[in-house]
Nanobody, 117 residues
Framework: QVQLVESGGGLVQSGGSLTLSCAAS????????MAWYRQAPGKERELVAT???????GVTYFVKGRFTISRGNAGNTMRLQMNSLKPEDTAVYYC???????????WGQGTQVTVSS
C-alpha cells in the first residue's frame, strides 16, 4: 500500500508561480514511477508530467517550458514547479504513483490550483 500526500496548491495571479509537493509513503521499500495529473471542472483528468525512479522526466506539451517536475532526495518525494501560470492551468492537481515491480496505481487526494486573470 502506498499513501500519497500533496501540498502546495493555492490561489495565484496569472503569470505567478506555485510549487506542488507530493510525499509517498509505503509499508515496503520500493521504487515508484510518479506523475502529476490535473482535472479542471467539466473536463477529463489529464497527464501533466511524469518522472521515473532514475530521474528521467517529461512534461506534456501544454506546460512545456513553464512547469518542471523533479524528485526529492528524501525517498519517494516529488515536486512540480509551475511558472508563468495561466487561468487555463486552474484545476485540481493529483499526485500519482505506480510501483516499478507491480501493477497497482495510487492517487493522492488532490490539491486545488486556481489562477486568476
Amino acid at each position: 500500500q502506498v499513501q500519497l500526500v500533496e501540498s502546495g496548491g493555492g490561489l495565484v495571479q496569472s503569470g505567478g508561480s506555485l510549487t506542488l509537493s507530493c510525499a509517498a509513503s509505503s509499508s515496503i521499500l520500493e521504487s515508484l514511477n510518479m506523475a502529476w495529473y490535473r482535472q479542471a471542472p467539466g473536463k477529463e483528468r489529464e497527464l501533466v508530467a511524469t518522472i521515473a525512479p532514475d530521474g528521467t522526466a517529461g512534461v506534456t506539451y501544454f506546460v512545456k517550458g513553464r512547469f518542471t517536475i523533479s524528485r526529492g532526495n528524501a525517498g519517494n518525494t516529488m515536486r512540480l514547479q509551475m511558472n508563468s501560470l495561466k487561468p487555463e492551468d486552474t484545476a485540481v492537481y493529483y499526485c500519482y504513483a505506480r510501483p516499478v515491480t507491480r501493477w497497482e496505481e495510487y492517487w493522492g487526494q488532490g490539491t486545488q490550483v486556481t489562477v486568476s486573470s
